[in-house]
């Protein structure tokens, strides 16, 4: 667990990546409680404009919660976690979560992260989630 | 969607911090303890049909994406409590024919303090 004395503004936490499976998406509609189609039926996805199914927002999310908790040492650790979901993720596409330190609170024992998730698609960098900012509990 | 629904509160609900879905959550993102930060969403899913119903509102779920999301704990969740889930429309804005929505979920305990707040901005996109 990282120690408010070792945490430097401007390191990167270690990334996350994943490959994003129809299966591992179903998974997460089940335990989240979305059972949006978009989620689940090509046909569906593909009427609303999209070339397939889409994993969800909080697909992608939670595992830049998982990313932040891996680093800080467990959920409980995570005081504020923000998202904007700017880009979709398809299935078989590897998501990548990471973040940087942009702030230390000694006092308060606190980091400021900003955080995000990438893919490559086409050679080109995607932006699943954008902008995110997390603040994080550290050990003395 | 009718923006002059913000503001309106709904009735309180009860949600359990069921362990088996905790567990779910878990073993999806590779967490190995703890209660997953966006577990809170489950709570907020709770409340949904709700939302979906409200004439007041006048939200046509079909049109909606998942534009941002917020969480901020004043405590852990904890696996197996119940907590009361106050949900209200913060605000509605319309912008070049899309709205925007932000649904604010406080998870408390019965009665009492509240653990977490969950924001969530949903976006209707504009009818073709």
Redesign the interface.
């Given at each position: 667990m990282p120690s408010v004395r070792d945490v430097a503004v401007r390191s990167e936490i270690p990334p996350?990546s994943?490959v994003v499976t129809p299966e591992?998406v179903k998974?997460?509609a089940?335990?989240?409680?979305?059972q949006n189609p978009l989620h689940q039926d090509e046909a569906f996805a593909r009427a609303a404009g999209f070339p397939g199914i889409i994993a969800?927002?909080?697909?992608t999310?939670?595992?830049l919660?998982?990313c932040?908790?891996?680093w800080a040492g467990?959920?409980?650790r995570?005081?504020?976690?923000?998202?904007?979901?700017r880009a979709p993720v398809f299935m078989g596409e590897e998501i990548v979560a990471g973040g940087r330190v942009k702030a230390v609170d000694v006092e308060q024992r606190v980091a400021v992260i900003e955080c995000w998730v990438t893919v490559e698609r086409n050679g080109k960098k995607e932006w699943p989630i954008k902008r995110g900012e997390a603040e994080v509990l550290l050990d003395p | 969607m009718n923006p002059a629904a913000a503001g309106k509160t709904y009735p309180a609900t009860t949600f359990t911090v069921d362990p088996q879905?905790v567990a779910?959550?878990r073993?999806?993102?590779?967490?190995s303890?703890?209660?997953?930060?966006?577990f809170v969403?489950?709570a907020e899913?709770?409340v949904m049909p709700l939302i979906v119903a409200d004439p007041e509102l006048g939200l046509d779920f079909s049109r909606v994406?998942?534009?941002?999301?917020?969480?901020?704990?004043r405590r852990?969740l904890q696996e197996g409590e119940t907590v009361e889930v106050r949900c209200r429309l913060g605000s509605i804005r319309v912008l070049g024919g899309n709205a925007f929505l932000v649904l604010v979920t406080e998870l408390a305990e019965p009665g009492g303090d509240v653990v977490c707040i969950g924001r969530s901005t949903l976006i209707e996109r504009a009818a073709d």
């Amino acid at each position: 667990m990282p120690s408010v004395r070792d945490v430097a503004v401007r390191s990167e936490i270690p990334p996350l990546s994943r490959v994003v499976t129809p299966e591992a998406v179903k998974a997460y509609a089940d335990a989240g409680g979305d059972q949006n189609p978009l989620h689940q039926d090509e046909a569906f996805a593909r009427a609303a404009g999209f070339p397939g199914i889409i994993a969800h927002g909080m697909f992608t999310m939670g595992y830049l919660a998982a990313c932040l908790s891996r680093w800080a040492g467990g959920p409980e650790r995570i005081r504020r976690l923000t998202s904007q979901f700017r880009a979709p993720v398809f299935m078989g596409e590897e998501i990548v979560a990471g973040g940087r330190v942009k702030a230390v609170d000694v006092e308060q024992r606190v980091a400021v992260i900003e955080c995000w998730v990438t893919v490559e698609r086409n050679g080109k960098k995607e932006w699943p989630i954008k902008r995110g900012e997390a603040e994080v509990l550290l050990d003395p | 969607m009718n923006p002059a629904a913000a503001g309106k509160t709904y009735p309180a609900t009860t949600f359990t911090v069921d362990p088996q879905r905790v567990a779910a959550f878990r073993k999806i993102f590779g967490e190995s303890e703890g209660v997953p930060a966006t577990f809170v969403t489950t709570a907020e899913f709770a409340v949904m049909p709700l939302i979906v119903a409200d004439p007041e509102l006048g939200l046509d779920f079909s049109r909606v994406l998942h534009g941002n999301q917020e969480y901020e704990f004043r405590r852990p969740l904890q696996e197996g409590e119940t907590v009361e889930v106050r949900c209200r429309l913060g605000s509605i804005r319309v912008l070049g024919g899309n709205a925007f929505l932000v649904l604010v979920t406080e998870l408390a305990e019965p009665g009492g303090d509240v653990v977490c707040i969950g924001r969530s901005t949903l976006i209707e996109r504009a009818a073709d």
